[in-house]
Nanobody
């Protein structure tokens, strides 16, 4: 059982910045990967960034150089620093936590936080 709560979304102008936070609670020790996904209106949910147990990072090509994912293990919180935001970044952003094993796994999701980039 893992619960995820996101915060930090809002309205920002192109070129601006936001920092999203995701606080995790429950069976934290079972988590292998935490990350951020987003879903724009009418589009499928897509990976934005993730951090794997041990510190490995993975970013979508569209956000490389602009977004940074980090994790504070002591606070059980993962962050997504978003800089130089573009209108195409507009979406609902979801925190994700995964427990993986051979041939399967389980995923947990937060409720989502809206990010709107508009002038």
């Amino acid at each position: 059982q893992v619960q995820l709560v996101e915060s930090g979304g809002g309205l920002v102008q192109p070129g601006g910045s936001l920092r999203l936070s995701c606080a995790a609670s429950g069976s934290i020790l079972s988590i292998d990967t935490m990350g951020w996904y987003r879903q724009a209106s009418g589009k499928q949910r897509e990976l934005v960034a993730r951090i794997i147990k041990g510190g490995s990072l993975d970013y979508a090509d569209s956000v490389k150089g602009r977004f940074t994912i980090s994790r504070d293990n002591a606070k059980n919180t993962v962050y997504l620093q978003m800089n130089n935001l573009k209108p195409d970044d507009t979406a609902v952003y979801y925190c994700n936590a995964e427990r993986r094993w051979l041939g399967g796994g389980v995923a947990y999701w937060g409720q989502g936080t809206q990010v709107t980039v508009s002038s």
